[in-house]
């Protein structure tokens, strides 16, 4: 900040030593020149030096500030629970963290020191001027307000066209979003000519409310320019008319207009980086209020060392909070440590409720889920998820290594990892990549197979001993084969509870579990 304040003494000091020099030079006065001549040059290195080393610190402290804000932001949002989170799209998420937290970066952090150092510039340039010509400095004073003054009418209108720009901005970006991740859909049913309908609507209204933004930022940037202009007027009019008149000499004339420039210049800018600091400001406010949800209150609620009695579901109801249609009624059941257990039941029966009930993504509305005797609710979500795991169909896998995309950053030795690929039947593809743990899976795992992606989640739960596994339809997209063998390394495991939502009904695939649950009209019944 103090770099800020200082470096445009520098430019005043810029003004007179042109003064001096002009007024020894009319004088003949060589020595006074040369000695000036010296000073300028000083003057210039300072002026250069000084407005560097402001640009620098700026630029440090505003790349340091908006990294830990993006940090701030991340970690806010790890801490959302998932039902808070599912309400906003993941184009809001990825447009807070990249091109709203820039925006806030260059037109509020960067944008304050800029504006400080140009109230600054302008501050000093008008003192400078009162003291070369009080009458001067008074009308441009005074000519120096009208844009200040207006600017801040227009910035408020700058700040709502903001919101509705950067509103624009985010649907179109989820459309374009949804029109990629759709390519082969488009393709495969030749929807081209309704998608472009589709993108051509939204593009407009993205671009008529750049538009507007632009325009309203235009006539602020007019209103500085017209100013200075009329500024520039004064200082040149007014003084020549002194200088004729012998009141004021010629070096002074082109001092003062020089301190105009150092005027009109910094006015020129002001209104613009007013109206972008105020959006920037109002975007802040807004960011703020977009995190604060619900947080998942991961730490909080009671723990115990390990999972080994059972999970109970007493008289348990459910219905998603943006729904009135009921999806569970009085669910009782108990399943106990180390078994395996099957649900079945029709699509859309509510198979996956129980799981997003057991991962506490929900409460029950009526009844209770017990953990060992202890109500889940009361029980801490990081002990719970250091219990549990889930294989779901789709499986995420980062675009890193092997070894990443099961440790998942934790630390674990080689031998650790190697042992819990081979456990998850990954063996045989460990020796085809010469036993590479750096082997890159690829962006969402291209590299593996389907199979192999589901392997490497189960090998995930083994590395963590889990003592519960939670499979959602997980194998439901491979062939009989590959799936019963997926099924069946689970299943072979010991010390291990695992709870299986699946669509086969044969006899064979369900005699392998201990007990099988129907969900029929929203109550499980044992089969």
Not at 306 to 335: D, M, W
């Amino acid at each position: 900040m103090l770099i800020n304040i200082l470096a445009p003494l520098a430019n005043i000091g810029f003004a007179f030593s042109i003064k001096f020099l002009i007024d020894d030079g009319i004088q003949q006065n060589l020595t006074l020149l040369y000695r000036h001549l010296c000073v300028s040059i000083l003057v210039v290195i300072v002026f250069v030096l000084g407005n560097y080393l402001a640009k620098v610190l700026t630029s440090l402290y505003t790349a340091k500030q908006i990294q830990k804000y993006r940090m701030y932001l991340m970690s806010s949002m790890l801490q959302e629970n998932y039902v808070s989170f599912i309400k906003q799209t993941t184009s809001d998420y990825q447009h807070a963290l990249l091109s709203e937290a820039d925006q806030i970066g260059k037109d509020y952090l960067m944008g304050f020191f800029e504006m400080v150092r140009n109230l600054m510039l302008v501050g000093y340039s008008l003192v400078a001027m009162f003291m070369s010509s009080g009458f001067l400095a008074a009308a441009i004073l005074i000519l120096t307000a009208i844009p200040i003054i207006l600017s801040a009418f227009s910035a408020k209108k700058g700040q709502i066209q903001k919101k509705r720009a950067l509103a624009a901005e985010k649907t179109f970006a989820n459309k374009i979003k949804e029109m990629l991740a759709g390519f082969l859909t488009i393709k495969i049913y030749q929807a081209e000519k309704s998608v472009k309908r589709s993108y051509q609507l939204f593009l407009r209204e993205y671009t008529q409310k750049s538009l507007k933004l632009s325009i309203t930022e235009d006539m602020t940037s007019t209103i500085s320019e017209v100013s200075g202009l009329m500024i520039f007027l004064v200082a040149f009019g007014g003084g020549m008319i002194m200088s004729a008149k012998g009141t004021l000499s010629v070096g002074s004339v082109t001092a003062i207009v020089q301190l105009v420039n150092f005027v009109v210049m910094p006015i020129n800018q002001l209104g613009l980086q007013n109206s972008r600091y105020q959006g920037a400001k109002a975007l802040l406010n807004s960011l703020t209020v977009f995190l604060r949800k619900e947080t998942s209150s991961i730490t909080s609620g009671s723990h115990q060392n390990h999972f080994t009695q059972a999970i109970g579901f007493t008289n348990v109801s459910f219905r998603y909070p943006e729904t009135k249609k009921q999806v569970l009624t009085n669910v009782n059941c108990r399943l106990l440590a180390n078994h395996n257990y099957a649900i079945i039941g029709n699509s859309g029966s509510g198979k996956t409720t129980i799981f997003n009930l057991l991962l506490k993504l929900f409460s029950p509305d009526q009844g209770k889920i017990t953990i060992d005797g202890n109500d889940l609710n009361s029980i801490s979500a990081k002990w719970w998820y250091s219990q549990v795991a889930v294989v779901q169909q789709e499986v995420f896998i980062f675009n890193d290594s092997i070894k990443y995309n099961v440790t998942l950053g934790h630390l674990y030795s080689d031998q650790q990892i190697v042992q819990a690929l081979q456990e998850a039947g990954l063996g045989e593809f460990l020796a085809t990549v010469n036993g590479d743990l750096n082997y890159n899976c690829g962006e969402n795992g291209k590299n593996l197979s389907g199979g192999q992606r589901q392997r490497i989640s189960i090998a995930r739960a083994f590395i963590q001993e889990k003592s519960i596994i939670l499979l959602d339809e997980a194998t439901s997209a491979l062939d009989n084969k590959l799936s019963n063998e997926i099924e069946q390394t689970l299943l072979a495991k010991t010390k291990i509870t695992v709870i299986v939502i699946t669509h086969k009904t044969s006899v064979v695939n369900l005699a392998r579990f201990d007990k099988v649950f129907r969900l029929v009209n929203k109550k499980l019944i044992e089969v």
